[in-house]
């Protein structure tokens, strides 16, 4: 029997859309990251998570990013060096009245410029939300 737990962990990297056996990458991992959505992600996938060194082709990309990161549109260009044409991004931000903030429309500011789409927004965590980003359909017919 899975415990309550397990049972909510492994739900929050299903809410990612991270399948058993992906390849997923971790950027911009600091001491506040969510560990628990890290073990989720890690027991969903049955391995480690990837970090920025790594140059195999990835599903997905864990981007924690906060306020005074630098630009997001470099680490976004940056994300989307090694992933798939149908993967995704997911720029997790703390939430409002936390520490590194993120304004949405920061996000959606930098997102057409790193040549990728917004398409939802989610809860991950006590202290972080979710933005996915895609590459855009015209852009998957180029690749």
Do not use: C, F
Not at 6 to 28: C, R, T, Y
């Amino acid at each position: 029997m899975v415990a309550a737990e397990d049972a909510g962990k492994i739900g929050v990297a299903e809410k990612l859309g991270i399948e058993p056996g992906m390849v997923v990458q971790e950027l911009g991992w600091d001491e506040d990251v969510d560990d628990n959505l890290r073990a989720a992600v890690e027991e969903q996938i049955g391995g480690d998570l990837l970090d920025e060194d790594a140059d195999e082709t990835v599903s997905v990309v864990l981007l924690w990013w906060r306020e005074d990161d630098g630009d997001l549109v470099d680490a976004l260009l940056e994300a989307t060096g090694v992933l798939a044409e149908d993967g995704v991004i997911w720029v997790l931000t703390p939430k409002t009245g936390r520490p590194g903030h993120v304004e949405p429309s920061d996000i959606a500011e930098a997102v057409p410029t790193a040549g990728l789409s917004q398409t939802s927004n989610i809860s991950v965590a006590d202290d972080w939300a979710g933005t996915r980003l895609v590459w855009p359909k015209s852009a998957k017919a180029k690749r």
